[in-house]
């Protein structure tokens, strides 16, 4: 289980939330996932963020109903570029089976993806 934790401009486009509770601690290796839209250009994403290791990926931001479900394959992929062994990669997959939504919750978490948006997509740097 996991928490997807969205900034208030996504979790207005999510359903009031449901399944598990404030109590439920996420049993993911990689813990919350911090969430927000990203547009570059023509492209609309979804920045999506650890909150354990800071590793950051990108999501198309199409239907995002299956947002989560999306989540766990680009991190699946992530980790496998990264060589981390099958086996470990499986378990976060089926760990991340089960999610909740729900508002965000660390400023730090926020800043490291501000930082990765303007740094990344800003073509004056770099």
Known sequence: MFTLRCTRRLLSRFPPAGG?????????VLGDWYANVLNVARLRLVLCTSDRSLLTV?????????LPGRLTGAVAAMLAELRVAPAAI????????VHRIAPTASRRVLGSMN????????????
Do not use: C, H
Not at 20 to 28: A, I, L, Y
Not at 90 to 97: L, Q, S, T
Not at 116 to 123: I, L, M, R, V
């Open 90 to 97: 499986e378990r976060e997959r089926r760990a991340m089976d």
């Open 20 to 28: 598990p509770t404030d109590e439920d601690q996420s049993t993911t």
């Open 58 to 66: 990108l999501v198309p931001a199409k239907n995002l109903s299956a």
């Open 115 to 126: 930082d990765f948006a303007y740094s990344e997509w800003n073509p004056r740097i770099g």
